[in-house]
């Protein structure tokens, strides 16, 4: 890459999560409501599980086909930026009246999250040298919470002054998607130098892929398969109160988020990945505390954002840590598809467990996915130290 100082390479993950936090007010906005709208248009609780659990898994394995196109091609920026371009179809959502219309606009997202993300890794990972891992992923982690705090807060504001009317919420995000073009062009701009050195060895393919690699990203699946998917809190949130509360609950999980997210980096900076073994611990929460329902889903708020903060942050440190730089794109790819699995079978699983009334069923669940994971977990901290 090209040469930064410190400071400019702190500039720089700045800059990232500046991107981020625009990004963040339109997705993460939409995502405080969609679980509701997607309920007014007819979906069950089963529907909108799989929806949102579908979507996230497609886009979480096509980060496996573009972390390698990355590596492969060096087309770090261009990933970076198409799958920026794309978020327009969140604000769309406002002319899509149609269950299918609306979910297939919520695909569209998760594809371009999908595009953009390991090659946003990949230029975030590049600058840690400088920065620090753990420091470098908590920072970008924490300005990306402040937009996912504003988008929230904007829409629940709207659906509270506009009761249901998620046509004039969606289609308010246009004006941060404009903010977002021209925010692209400058970072672009200015740091389209940034390319991580080593790009284009092809020939190295699967092999630099630790044994700790492949202990870790299994845990991580079994973690997110137990961990109730975040649309699934939403909805549940919507229906035990209203749409716009639901905004604001979330609203109160992404600032969790915020504080756990630069805590969990700067804890990993000073003690490794160990610090892993907190969100694991704590993932049954959220996922039994819902399925509870009635009062009890603040408390799923308020974990869930707890351990995602540091599945944002640190879960992604930990991967730049354990491979080589030449084939972080392809093991960014690796463990996003697995985690994408976690996230198809935590909507699914734990959608027909709310639809169905098993709340017994799903917290045993989510007791035993944990129990599993946390096993690997260690087994890959150990593989790693003593290799």
């Given at each position: 890459?090209g040469?930064?100082?410190?400071?400019?390479?702190?500039?720089?993950v700045?800059?990232?999560?500046?991107?981020?936090?625009?990004?963040?007010?339109?997705?993460?906005g939409a995502?405080?409501?969609?679980?509701?709208?997607?309920?007014?248009?007819?979906?069950?609780?089963?529907?909108?599980?799989?929806?949102?659990?579908l979507?996230?898994?497609?886009?979480?394995?096509?980060?496996l086909?573009?972390?390698?196109?990355?590596?492969?091609t060096?087309?770090?920026?261009p990933l970076?930026?198409?799958?920026?371009?794309l978020?327009?179809?969140?604000?769309?959502?406002?002319?899509?009246?149609?269950?299918?219309?609306?979910?297939?606009?919520?695909f569209?997202?998760?594809?371009?999250?999908?595009?953009?993300?390991?090659?946003?890794?990949?230029?975030?990972?590049?600058?840690?040298?400088?920065?620090?891992a753990?420091?470098?992923?908590?920072?970008?982690?924490l300005?990306?919470?402040?937009?996912?705090?504003?988008?929230?807060?904007?829409?629940?504001?709207?659906?509270?002054?506009?009761?249901n009317?998620?046509?004039?919420?969606?289609?308010?995000?246009?004006?941060p998607?404009?903010?977002?073009?021209?925010?692209?062009?400058?970072?672009?701009?200015k740091?389209?130098?940034?390319?991580p050195?080593?790009?284009?060895n092809?020939?190295?393919?699967?092999?630099?892929?630790?044994?700790?690699?492949?202990?870790?990203?299994?845990?991580?699946l079994?973690?997110?398969?137990?961990?109730?998917?975040?649309?699934?809190?939403v909805?549940?949130?919507s229906e035990?109160f209203?749409?716009w509360?639901a905004?604001?609950?979330?609203?109160?999980?992404?600032?969790?988020?915020?504080?756990?997210?630069?805590?969990?980096?700067?804890?990993?900076?000073?003690?490794?990945?160990?610090?892993?073994?907190i969100?694991?611990?704590?993932?049954?929460?959220?996922?039994i505390?819902?399925?509870?329902e009635?009062?009890?889903?603040?408390?799923?708020?308020?974990?869930?954002?707890?351990v995602y903060?540091?599945?944002?942050?640190?879960?992604?440190?930990?991967v730049?840590?354990?491979?080589?730089?030449?084939?972080?794109?392809?093991?960014?790819?690796?463990?996003?598809?697995?985690?994408?699995?976690?996230?198809?079978a935590s909507?699914t699983?734990?959608?027909?467990?709310l639809y169905?009334?098993?709340?017994?069923?799903?917290?045993?669940?989510?007791?035993?996915?944990?129990?599993?994971a946390?096993p690997?977990?260690?087994?890959?901290?150990?593989?790693?130290?003593?290799?």
């Amino acid at each position: 890459m090209g040469e930064l100082d410190r400071r400019a390479a702190l500039g720089a993950v700045v800059l990232f999560g500046i991107v981020s936090l625009i990004g963040d007010v339109i997705y993460e906005g939409a995502r405080a409501v969609a679980p509701s709208y997607l309920g007014s248009l007819g979906a069950s609780a089963l529907a909108v599980g799989l929806a949102f659990g579908l979507s996230e898994f497609v886009g979480l394995a096509l980060r496996l086909v573009s972390g390698i196109l990355a590596d492969a091609t060096g087309a770090y920026w261009p990933l970076y930026l198409l799958g920026y371009g794309l978020i327009v179809s969140i604000p769309l959502m406002g002319l899509a009246p149609f269950l299918p219309l609306a979910v297939a606009l919520i695909f569209i997202e998760r594809i371009a999250k999908g595009l953009r993300s390991p090659a946003r890794d990949v230029l975030i990972a590049s600058l840690s040298r400088e920065v620090g891992a753990g420091k470098a992923f908590g920072l970008h982690e924490l300005l990306d919470q402040i937009g996912a705090i504003a988008g929230p807060a904007l829409m629940g504001t709207i659906l509270l002054i506009r009761p249901n009317d998620y046509s004039t919420a969606f289609l308010s995000l246009l004006i941060p998607y404009v903010a977002l073009l021209a925010s692209l062009l400058y970072i672009y701009s200015k740091f389209r130098m940034i390319a991580p050195s080593g790009w284009g060895n092809r020939r190295m393919g699967l092999a630099g892929l630790s044994g700790g690699f492949w202990l870790y990203t299994m845990a991580v699946l079994l973690n997110t398969a137990g961990l109730i998917h975040v649309s699934l809190i939403v909805l549940t949130s919507s229906e035990a109160f209203s749409p716009w509360m639901a905004a604001y609950l979330y609203v109160v999980m992404q600032a969790v988020d915020a504080v756990s997210a630069p805590l969990a980096g700067l804890a990993y900076d000073r003690i490794g990945r160990s610090v892993l073994l907190i969100p694991f611990i704590l993932s049954p929460l959220p996922s039994i505390a819902t399925l509870m329902e009635g009062s009890s889903v603040l408390l799923a708020v308020i974990s869930f954002g707890i351990v995602y903060g540091m599945q944002e942050s640190v879960y992604r440190a930990a991967v730049s840590d354990l491979v080589p730089v030449r084939v972080r794109g392809t093991a960014y790819g690796i463990f996003n598809t697995a985690y994408g699995l976690g996230f198809l079978a935590s909507g699914t699983i734990f959608g027909y467990f709310l639809y169905s009334g098993g709340a017994l069923e799903g917290s045993l669940f989510a007791l035993a996915t944990q129990m599993a994971a946390i096993p690997l977990l260690i087994m890959s901290l150990r593989i790693n130290r003593d290799s």
